[in-house]
């Protein structure tokens, strides 16, 4: 059984940079298509960006496009997104997610695998 765990947030300026990961295990990541979300106190949560199975196609959210760089790495089971230029409003709980169908959506009922999440705090 596939089971995420992600990684890497925490307290940072605005401006600043995190990687966050999230691992795998139980199933190869290669075979699924992999989403970020994040929610934030009182918010719903949202995508943030994702990575096809099939091609690595990628999608971003129109808020985080141009500074967040989703990849993966299959040797390391793992799936990476960096965050540059980091704002106050991009302070929330980010979680991972998997889905078996290869087709890289923002959608969050459509993901069945979900992480534990991580906090990012951007404050100065």
């Known amino acids: 059984q596939l089971q995420l765990v992600e990684s890497g947030g925490g307290l940072v300026q605005p401006g600043g940079s995190l990687r966050l990961s999230c691992k795998a295990s139980?199933?190869?990541?290669?075979?699924?298509?992999i989403g970020w979300f994040r929610q934030a106190p009182g918010k719903e949560r949202e995508g943030v960006s994702c990575?096809?199975?099939?091609?690595?196609?990628?999608d971003y959210a129109d808020p985080v496009k141009g500074r967040f760089t989703i990849s993966r790495d299959n040797a390391k089971n793992t799936v990476y997104l960096q965050m540059n230029s980091l704002k106050p409003e991009d302070t929330a709980v980010y979680y991972c997610?998997?889905?078996?169908?290869?087709?890289?959506?923002?959608?969050?009922?459509?993901?069945?695998?979900w992480g534990q999440g991580t906090q990012v705090t951007v404050s100065s």
């Open positions: 990575i096809s199975s099939r091609d690595d196609a990628t």
């Open positions: 139980g199933s190869s990541l290669k075979n699924y298509n």
């Open positions: 997610a998997a889905r078996a169908w290869p087709i890289c959506v923002l959608t969050d009922a459509l993901y069945h695998s």
